[in-house]
Structures are given as structure tokens and as C-alpha cells.
């Protein structure tokens, strides 16, 4: 079901509970308002349907203004009384709801690895999370109707949504969805004009279909790169060399790992942004972003080292130890029990010159600051989510 297809259904089923015509525009009017919006056009800024999957809103709570957007559009109260009954009603039956698309980009990045835990910092304050289940997987949010919507934004500029569409088309991670080995052979066999049948055709299909969805990542990638969206810069840098991301101001942080980023950083030879970006993992508990501030890119200010090392132990881990291990040749860690041959493998400790106590007090100082800034950070978090947290 495409939104022309849903406009019209929906008139049609309007005009037969009511009697009444409607014109295909207050339906989309009708459609916004069983929403809660005011307006079709304030919907389609940031919003897309979806059907049977997430939704953000049930339009059973919006009867009322459905009611009211009727009576705004000229009707008699009396069919805006059936209105707002039977409105909801049909897009309950039909599984019709809305996505917030930051929320639909958050879950796609959930199910495809690039992100651990759901940002829901975009959504407005009156905005009801009726039925935002993170464990939608990206199959089923596929549907014509949400890519019908994120077209559209998309056509209209939207980055977002560009940004949606790549991450809906991205290539797997997964082994088991990959072609056969052998199929870019046949793939190019057929390209060649041999005409092939049974496995052989499947495979070179598969390849074809493989190659199309990579071009329509790579081109709603790039478009939202153009657009100026943070994470498809980002993407860029990593799987294009493109270094535009690193022309954006601090200010506009992707949803990603600092420590990730600072990784690309050094790729691109930029150590001033790898050493931010490590920065801006170590405040964030990284005590591995904290060794590596202290043992390059911070090793000649003595009292930011300390401050990080302070930092790791307010964390729980103390620097200075040394840190070997066991393991077996196959890179497992030792298994006494298994036996054979044992190899260790580890660091040293981090040792750091002392400081004048009046420095060592500044360290300790900037250390707890930003431990309580982080702790203040998550919990904040867990409660904007629901959940409570010592």
C-alpha cells in the first residue's frame, strides 16, 4: 500500500459510512489529524507511516480532533461526529501508524550493529511512545507504505530520510544473507549474453539484485552527506575516503563512538580530531581512549595524564598494573583443563611522574567532575527510558 493508495481507500470507506463526498484532500487533512497533527504538512516534516510495525501514536486517542479537523473542513457536525469514530477505527483495523524518522533511523541502526542502545532525544515532549518496540528487525519496518513516505521526504530534502533509505538498503553484515560464492561468475557470465537456467540464473540474480541495492545505498548515502547529515558523513569517511566530515564543526556529533571516530581520525591523518574525539570518549568512560590520551596525544601535560588516570580509577581500573594474559595459539584465553602450548601476551602498567600537590589536586579535581558529569549523563538517560538506576 503506497499513500495514494491509503488516501484512497480511506475515502472511499469515509464516503460509504457517511454518505457524504470528500475531496482527496481532507482526507490527507483527516489522515494528519487521527495523528494529532494540525496539519498533513506538519506531519510529513519529520514523520512517515508505517504498517503493522512501529508506531508512535494510536490514532484511537485522536477521535476528538479528527472531529474538530472535520468541522474545520466544512462538514456538518453530525458527519464529523461519524468521523471521528470511524477514522481511527479503519486505521487501527489496518495497522496504519507513524514513525518519528530520527526513531526509524535509531532502530535501523540498532538491528544492523551501528548502535547499541536507543536515542530517543529527538522525539517532541507531547510525543506518545505507544508501541516503540526496539526490537524490530529492518525486515519488518519494510513496507511500500513507510518507503512510499521516506521517498517523498526524501525527494523534498530531507536528510533524514535519505539517511533512512541507505540504512534500509545497506548490505548485510550477516554471512548467511550473502550471495554464493561464484555468484559475481555467473552474474558476469550472463552480462557476457549467456543465458543460464536453475542455480545458475538464481545466483546471477541474486548478484544483480545485490548490486542494485548497493548503488541506491551508496546514492542516498552520498545524498545525505550532501544534505549535511553527521552519521552519512561519517559513513562516507569510513567506506569511501571522503573527508567532508571532518570539515562539520564539534557541535554536530554523530550518533556514533567517539573512540570510532578518532579511529577514522588517524586514517585521515587529522591527530587533532583524533586526539577531540578520544577526548570525548575518555569523559565518557573509555579507559582505553584514557591510555591512549595518556601515552600519546596528552603525554606532554603531566596533569591531564594524571587526570586521566584518576579518571580510570574512579571507573574501577587502575593503570598502573601491568596486564598479561595466557592464551592458546588459537588467540583463546588459556583453558588449563584444554593444555598445550601457552603463550602470554598483555601490556605494562602506565607509569607517570609525580606532580606538585597542587596539581595532583586540580587532576583529582577535573576527574571527579567529569565521573558525576557521566554518571548525572546516564542516569538521565535510564529514567528518560523508563528504567531506574542506582
Not at 472535520?70 to 495497522?95: K, N, S
Request: hydrophobic share 35%; charged share 25%; net charge negative.
Amino acid at each position: 500500500m503506497t499513500i495514494k493508495e491509503l488516501t484512497y481507500a480511506t475515502q472511499q470507506h469515509l464516503q460509504a459510512v457517511t454518505g457524504t463526498t470528500f475531496k482527496r484532500t481532507h482526507i490527507y487533512e483527516l489522515l494528519a489529524a487521527s495523528f494529532g497533527f494540525n496539519s498533513y504538512a506538519a506531519l510529513g516534516t519529520d514523520h512517515v507511516f508505517t504498517e503493522h510495525s512501529l508506531t508512535c501514536r494510536c490514532p484511537a486517542k485522536y477521535g476528538e480532533q479528527v472531529g474538530r479537523r472535520c468541522l474545520e473542513l466544512g462538514y456538518p457536525p453530525e458527519i464529523a461526529l461519524q468521523i471521528a469514530r470511524a477514522l481511527p477505527e479503519l486505521l487501527t483495523v489496518q495497522g496504519i501508524g507513524l514513525i518519528h524518522i530520527n526513531d526509524l533511523v535509531a532502530h535501523l541502526r540498532y538491528d544492523s550493529g551501528r548502535d547499541d542502545w536507543f536515542d530517543d532525544s529527538s522525539k517532541d515532549d507531547n510525543e506518545e511512545d505507544e508501541d516503540l518496540d526496539r526490537w524490530f528487525d529492518r525486515e519488518s519496518l519494510l513496507s511500500p507504505l513507510l518507503l512510499d513516505d521516506l521517498t517523498t521526504a526524501a525527494y523534498n530534502n530531507n536528510a533524514v530520510a535519505h539517511y533512512a533509505l541507505a540504512l534500509l538498503s545497506a548490505p548485510s553484515e550477516h554471512d548467511i544473507d550473502a550471495p554464493s560464492a561464484g555468484s559475481d561468475y555467473w552474474y558476469n557470465e550472463e552480462q557476457q549474453g549467456r543465458n543460464l537456467t536453475g542455480i545458475q540464473k538464481e545466483w546471477a540474480d541474486k548478484h544483480a539484485a545485490r548490486l542494485e541495492l548497493e548503488k541506491k545505498w551508496e546514492r542516498h548515502l552520498r545524498k545525505a552527506g550532501e544534505l549535511g547529515h553527521p552519521d552519512a558523513l561519517l559513513a562516507l569517511a569510513e567506506c569511501f575516503d571522503d573527508p567532508r566530515f571532518f570539515d562539520l564543526p564539534y557541535t554536530q556529533a554523530p550518533n556514533a563512538d567517539p573512540a570510532y571516530i578518532a579511529e577514522i581520525a588517524e586514517q585521515f591523518g587529522r591527530p587533532n580530531d583524533a586526539r577531540y574525539w578520544l577526548t570525548e570518549a575518555a569523559k565518557q568512560g573509555d579507559i582505553e581512549a584514557m591510555r591512549e590520551l595518556i601515552e600519546r596525544y596528552d603525554s606532554s601535560d603531566l596533569q591531564q595524564c594524571w587526570t586521566w588516570f584518576y579518571l580510570a580509577e574512579l571507573h574501577g581500573t587502575d593503570l598502573s598494573k601491568d596486564d598479561y594474559r595466557a592464551y592458546h595459539e588459537n588467540g583463546a584465553l588459556y583453558d588449563d583443563d584444554v593444555g598445550g602450548p601457552l603463550y602470554v601476551d598483555g601490556r605494562d602498567g602506565i607509569e607517570l611522574q609525580t606532580i606538585e600537590a597542587g596539581q595532583d589536586a586540580v587532576a583529582r579535581h577535573a576527574a571527579g567532575e567529569m565521573y558525576q558529569a557521566l554518571k548525572g549523563k546516564t542516569k538521565l538517560r535510564f529514567s528518560s527510558l523508563g528504567i531506574e538506576r542506582d
